[in-house]
């Protein structure tokens, strides 16, 4: 089952801070980050496993709530390089490593 | 370190015809992934290898795309024939046994006409 983000997109301006929601109908394993500007691959920002342990970014911070299935991607003082899509990705068992990749949301940093 | 480099960056066909793309994964990741994403989308899991082994191929149209990884390195997936709902970008990842952080290549941009 894909994972739901939200907001769809954001617009924001430099300095401003942003929060990106990721919301799973399963009990997950781990959440993946990625951020994927226009006609680019996917890059990794930050992994979040069940139990606590991250890894990671060490400008963007994130969080997961196991018992609700969500997590949250924060976004602070934002730079014109934030803009691009965001995706979560969701795995539900370790060692299968089959990720599963939200809808995405749209960021846009202004001057 | 080399990344995950992948080809052809762009290719047009139609219907019907046939197509291949190209992986290879940054040395030494043992698992290699197949991703479809349509403009607007997130990535969607085709198919993931860890060495020369199909892991999970639950979503890949088997009647008509295949994919192989020989000799557990690099890995080729094929179309035939394409449709027009074909039309994506098809990303390759690679990630170690160990770390599950996926790296992506540039990725082949499909257009079927």
């Known amino acids: 089952q894909q994972p739901v983000q939200s907001p769809q997109a954001v617009i924001l301006r430099e300095g401003e801070d942003a929060v990106i929601n990721c919301s799973s109908s399963?009990?997950?394993?781990?959440v993946h980050w990625y951020r994927q500007k226009h006609g680019e691959a996917p890059v990794f920002l930050m992994i979040?496993?069940?139990?606590?342990e991250q890894k990671g970014h060490d400008k963007i911070s994130a969080s997961f709530n196991e018992k609700k299935q969500q997590s949250s991607l924060y976004l602070t003082a934002s730079q014109l390089s934030y803009s691009g899509t965001y995706f979560c990705?969701?795995?539900?068992?370790?060692?299968?490593?089959?990720?599963?990749f939200g809808t995405g949301t749209k960021l846009q940093v202004i001057p | 370190e080399a990344g995950v480099a992948q080809s052809p960056r762009y290719k047009i066909i139609e219907k019907r015809q046939s197509v291949a793309f190209w992986c290879n994964p940054i040395s030494g990741h043992a698992t290699l992934y197949w991703y479809q994403q349509i403009l607007g989308q997130g990535p969607k899991l085709l198919i993931q290898?860890?060495?020369?082994?199909?892991?999970?191929d639950s979503q890949l149209p088997k009647d008509r795309f295949s994919a192989e990884r020989l000799k557990g390195v690099d890995s080729t997936l094929k179309i035939q024939p394409a449709k027009l709902e074909d039309s994506a970008v098809y990303l390759c990842a690679s990630s170690q046994v160990t770390e599950n952080i996926q790296y992506f290549g540039a990725g082949t941009r499909l257009s079927v006409l």
């Open positions: 399963k009990a997950l394993y781990s």
């Open positions: 990705g969701t795995e539900i068992s370790g060692g299968y490593q089959k990720v599963t």
């Open positions: 290898f860890q060495n020369n082994g199909v892991v999970d």
């Open positions: 979040l496993l069940k139990g606590g």
